[in-house]
């Protein structure tokens, strides 16, 4: 039987590599028309509650990759303050 | 102190309530020329294996969090099959 912390890191690994096409398309266009604001504050903070609950349960493959996943999402963030059109 | 439970159940719907705006762009436009079928692959791929991880940690929020987001990347891997440009 695999271990579960190797079953954790696998899914942690292929979900954050999963991530990264968006960052880099978002960082090189420097557009972020398609990004809803709302939407990225929502799945920070939920991304932070899933950090919360991986520390509760003292599981660090949910820590880590959240923690990744939150700051994906900040430079998200710090791109659509950076790139958003002023109207 | 918060229930572990309840911190998972509001971490999951946090980031499944995120998903969702793409998803409907995404139905609503047939616009699917951002989407990546490598990443998508990938993504489920990884979402399987949280799903497993959910199943040898016997617990609850992982599994659905991540059985919702299967579901709503097999929706997009849908409408990629339906509607990417033949060429």
Do not use: H
């Amino acid at each position: 039987m695999i271990n579960e912390s190797v079953l954790g890191i696998i899914a942690g690994a292929l979900t954050s590599v999963s991530m990264l096409p968006q960052l880099i398309k978002v960082v090189k266009e420097k557009n972020v028309e398609d990004i809803s604001l709302l939407m990225l504050l929502v799945l920070i903070s939920g991304l932070a509650f899933w950090v919360w609950y991986g520390f509760v349960k003292d599981e660090l493959p949910i820590i880590l990759s959240n923690v990744f996943a939150i700051l994906v999402n900040m430079i998200l963030l710090g791109c659509y303050i950076l790139y958003r059109k002023k109207s």
